[in-house]
């Protein structure tokens, strides 16, 4: 058996603050979402492992939202049923998440339903139900203000979009005053009422990472295999280097997560082909303090956390955020900051083709002479260059198979 390297509870609290960024509506969509399904489910009659099956999955809800475009103020919202196809595609191969899965693929499938699948359907109707609630939510106002409003909506959706059974649990939901302020206000509690915050092994959050991957890189093709390559030139330099099996997972895991805080980053400064305004690039240096935000938390993650938040640090002194100097820079931050540059100017970018070998070279010996690399590292990577080149390219095609596989069927329906 697998030893524990960390714990849902951590993750889930993590993912859902990052997904936050992608959906600003409110500044908790996601931890409110959670309340409620947690909430309704309960009032429905589920229990224990159902009922933090029904927490995870609701967190899981909209991450298809990566692969659709951005909807200006006055076009509404996506809701549920737009995000299903979206989201299996981004769950794709990832067996941990098949809970997730299925209860997507349950969603709006008519009679006749196994016992299993009518249970999944209801979980989908309770997820469908909280997002829409969740997103009604007013913070300048009291909650007990909102609820009339609210139930109105959920009368309306009875019968239509959720069964009668699901409008009922709503009802006996809303009577408590409570919990509608703590769903304003304290909705990360829920969380707290998870009783078995499961175990997570150092494969298993390999896994993760890579699924975390793909909702970082896949909402722009400029950036749609970026993820996959810096994890795995990362991995290769940090086995060049002789660190351990399990330092070497480490690695793989903080390259995928390295820019979890790019969420925070609009769209139309990823794609921007022109230079940055000082203004945009002040909202690029953000995210890597972002990054730090969402990992330092995470119980087993405390190498992980700074050799990926730390990877626009310099040895010079002139990185960012934190200005760090060379000796209070990590070996693993130097790795993941040369795989990210290495990979950056590599690969092959909708406006521009990849580098040539004498080009990236170039940039990174330059890298080492304004002080700014670690020379030892560089050195490796280009004395290795082929086999780590050819390594980063069949790892990244296969998430861009699936990358452009994902947007020609989104762009199809």
Sequence with gaps: MERQFTNMRDLAKAYANAMNLLRPETDDLHQRVAYLAYGLGKAYGFKGLDLENLVYVSLLYDVGIVLLPEKKEDEGRYYFKDLVGPGLDMIGDIKKLKNASDVMRVYGKPEPLTDDERKLKTFSQIIDLADRIASMLDDKDAALNQVEDISYTVSDLAGEEISGEVAEAFLRFSEREYVWMELLHQPELIFNSISDDGTVSLDDMILYARFAARIIDFRS????????????????????????????????????????????????????????????????????????????????????????????????????????????????????SLADIFSAVAEIRPYRTGMSKEDVIRILLDNVERGAMFSYLVELLITNYDEIQSIRDATVSGEGARYYASVVEVEDE
């Design 221 to 336: 093709s400029y950036t749609a295999m970026h993820s996959s390559g810096v994890a795995a030139t990362a991995v290769r330099l940090a086995e060049i280097m002789g660190m351990s099996a399990n330092e070497c997972k480490k690695m793989m895991i903080a390259g995928y997560l390295h820019d979890i805080g790019k969420l925070k980053v609009p769209k139309s400064i990823l794609e921007k082909n022109e230079k940055l305004t000082d203004e945009e690039f002040n909202v690029v240096k953000e995210y890597a303090y972002y990054t730090h935000l969402l990992l330092k938390d995470i119980e087993g993650f405390e190498e992980i956390s700074r050799w990926a938040a730390l990877h626009h640090e310099k040895l010079n002194g002139y990185g960012y955020p934190f200005h760090l100097s060379k000796d209070q820079i990590p070996m693993g931050a130097r790795i993941i």
